[in-house]
């Protein structure tokens, strides 16, 4: 959406031979032309102002509004007012939807200015940056609960009733190709209006129910340093413990954001990471995002949400995945969080007791590393002859033979289902 914006700023300029700016009817800034005149009064104090912090003073307000920009529908110029810091003529095109002004585009004006024809050309490129302005206040409104409602209903006409909402909400653009992204965990109660989260078309929170998946044991370290804590008695990634993300939605349980995502294409995520990326400045650096495939429409948002849950989970389980993760990107967790809750399977559950969090640890690197002792070795910084002691005692605990692909996958998935 700031890219059409751009690109409509920049079309205004190239027809009236003047930078232009862009202004929601709040006077923030929303885009801006290139300014690369070499006259230095084509930059007044209230332009830099504007560009600078993205907002106009008061005084800079009240002198605009003082000559009918919110209700004019057509050029409207204005002379300039050093006393309020206005120090050159202006041009405002107001910016229009059905009668409704939802910003402005923002001319200096010298002679002989701009012909009335090039006005003309300029207020149409006006009202289409107008429906651009409006199809976002519309998905700026208070979609929450229609969101939240898609993604909670079980399928079925609840659901379809849900999905029926939304739709009718988001309007054209509900038909669109968009990723949606799961942000956890997220601090409070309230999500942040679209607007402030770039190509945002609706956001929620909700308490996170992640998609079903092996159960008990869970944490989120790794290395020797959880290896060490588990072995203290703290949850380390293979001590048991319940899910780090209970489904339970009472006072305190963690909650998650949702945030639906407008794509141009479904080869460019961008707009979801940057928006993922946005919002864990908010959320806090404890806080990882999950990215779903893009799909057109919303008839698919349940398994959206449930993949957006999953590469979130993931990401919490094994850092390294995050702590931005596309679901596309998790590898063995796609299949892991989309599992029935399960106990550990019972050759492994001793190995999965704190006290021999380092054995696990070293089966875990080990089966990572297909079972190449001399890589295994150096990835934990330890001689082969202790590697092998350490793997004799991995097959002693859990009665499995390592030389054994099936009891090796078998070791393996049960070590990657603890750190969930």
């Not at 002989?112 to 107008?130: C, K, Q, T, Y």
């Not at 350490?390 to 990657?416: C, F, W």
Request: aromatic residues 4%; contains cysteine.
């Amino acid at each position: 959406m700031k890219g059409d914006y751009q690109e409509l700023v920049d079309e205004i300029s190239a027809l009236l031979g003047t930078p232009a700016t862009l202004e929601n009817r709040d006077f923030g800034l929303i885009a801006f032309g290139a300014h690369d005149s070499d006259d230095d009064t084509a930059m007044d104090p209230v332009r830099t102002r504007s560009i600078l912090t993205r907002k106009s003073t008061p005084a800079v307000r009240a002198w605009f509004e003082g000559f009918g920009i919110t209700r004019a529908t057509g050029p409207v110029r204005i002379p300039a007012a050093p006393d309020a810091g206005v120090y050159r003529d202006r041009i405002c095109l107001p910016v229009r939807h059905r009668g409704v002004v939802l910003g402005y585009v923002w001319l200096l004006d010298a002679e002989p200015g701009p012909s009335h024809e090039r006005l003309n050309a300029a207020m149409d490129v006006a009202a289409r940056i107008g429906e651009l302005l409006a199809d976002e206040e519309r998905a700026g409104a208070d979609l929450s609960r229609e969101l939240r409602a898609t993604l909670t209903a079980e399928r079925g006409w609840q659901y379809d009733m849900a999905v029926a909402a939304l739709r009718t909400a988001l309007g054209p653009d509900a038909d669109g190709l968009h990723a949606l992204v799961c942000l956890a965990p997220w601090p409070g109660e309230t999500a942040p209006s679209p607007r402030a989260v770039p190509a945002a078309a609706a956001l929620c929170d909700l308490p996170w129910r992640p998609v079903a998946g092996p159960a008990p044991p869970a944490g989120t370290g790794a290395g020797a340093g959880a290896g060490a804590a588990a072995g203290a008695g703290s949850s380390g990634p293979y001590a048991a413990g319940p899910a780090p993300y209970a489904s339970g939605a009472g006072p305190g349980a963690p909650r998650a954001l949702a945030v639906l995502v407008r794509l141009r294409s479904g080869d460019n995520l961008s707009p979801a990471t940057a928006a993922a990326g946005r919002l864990r400045d908010t959320a806090g650096p404890a806080a990882v995002a999950g990215i779903a495939p893009p799909r057109r429409g919303l008839a698919d948002l349940d398994a959206s949400w449930r993949e957006a849950s999953a590469a979130a989970r993931a990401a919490t389980a094994q850092p390294h995945l995050g702590p931005l993760a596309q679901w596309a990107a998790i590898g063995p967790y796609r299949m892991l969080t989309a599992l029935p809750p399960a106990e550990p399977d019972p050759a492994v559950r001793a190995l999965l007791a704190p006290a021999h969090a380092e054995l696990a640890r070293t089966a875990e690197v080990f089966l990572d590393h297909a079972g190449q002792a001399s890589r295994t070795a150096g990835a934990l910084g330890i001689h082969r002859q202790t590697l092998y002691y350490r793997l004799s005692r991995v097959e002693q605990l859990t009665g499995l033979d390592l030389d054994a692909g099936e009891d090796r996958l078998l070791l393996h998935m049960a070590l990657k289902a603890a750190r969930l």
